[in-house]
């Protein structure tokens, strides 16, 4: 939230990792994270804005929250069962935009064939 930027809290992690040995344990929760943290940018800004526009902020937060918050549970209930080797490995440069897009991955293939759901809340 305190960076408003899901690409710039990317890099940040992605320098860490360089410099500091970033595991996945700590990346993932770090790039779910940006991925809802980017949000607030848009919903300072409706402020002042029309139902409409409000509603559109709130489309966008809740695609975030109901595509990170399934793929979470997902991904750390299928790590307790099958206790992922990655998990401990440093992320490198190459896994924090994998999982980034992975997360985006998910959202889109869980949220095409539910997005009125999406529209019925924002209402």
Same mark, same amino acid.
């Given at each position: 939230?305190?960076?408003?930027?899901?690409?710039?809290?990317?890099?940040?992690?992605? /320098?860490?990792?360089?410099?500091?040995?970033?595991?996945?344990?700590?990346?993932?929760?770090? #790039?779910?994270? /940006?991925?809802?943290?980017?949000?607030?940018?848009?919903?300072?800004?409706?402020?002042?804005?029309?139902?409409?526009?409000?509603?559109?902020?709130?489309? %966008?937060?809740?695609?975030?929250?109901?595509?990170?918050?399934?793929?979470?549970?997902?991904?750390?209930?299928?790590?307790?069962?099958?206790?992922?080797?990655?998990?401990?490995?440093?992320?490198?440069? #190459?896994? #924090?935009?994998?999982?980034?897009?992975?997360?985006?991955?998910?959202?889109?293939?869980?949220?095409?064939?539910?997005? %009125?759901?999406?529209?019925?809340?924002?209402?």
């Amino acid at each position: 939230m305190l960076i408003q930027s899901s690409d710039a809290t990317i890099g940040i992690v992605q /320098a860490f990792a360089l410099s500091v040995g970033v595991t996945f344990g700590m990346a993932i929760p770090l #790039i779910c994270g /940006a991925q809802v943290g980017t949000c607030v940018t848009a919903l300072i800004s409706s402020l002042g804005t029309s139902n409409n526009g409000k509603r559109t902020v709130l489309m %966008n937060l809740y695609y975030s929250l109901l595509k990170v918050i399934p793929f979470m549970l997902l991904f750390y209930l299928a790590n307790s069962l099958l206790h992922f080797s990655f998990m401990e490995k440093s992320v490198g440069m #190459i896994g #924090i935009p994998m999982f980034h897009t992975l997360i985006n991955l998910f959202g889109a293939l869980l949220w095409i064939p539910g997005g %009125n759901l999406i529209v019925l809340l924002a209402i």
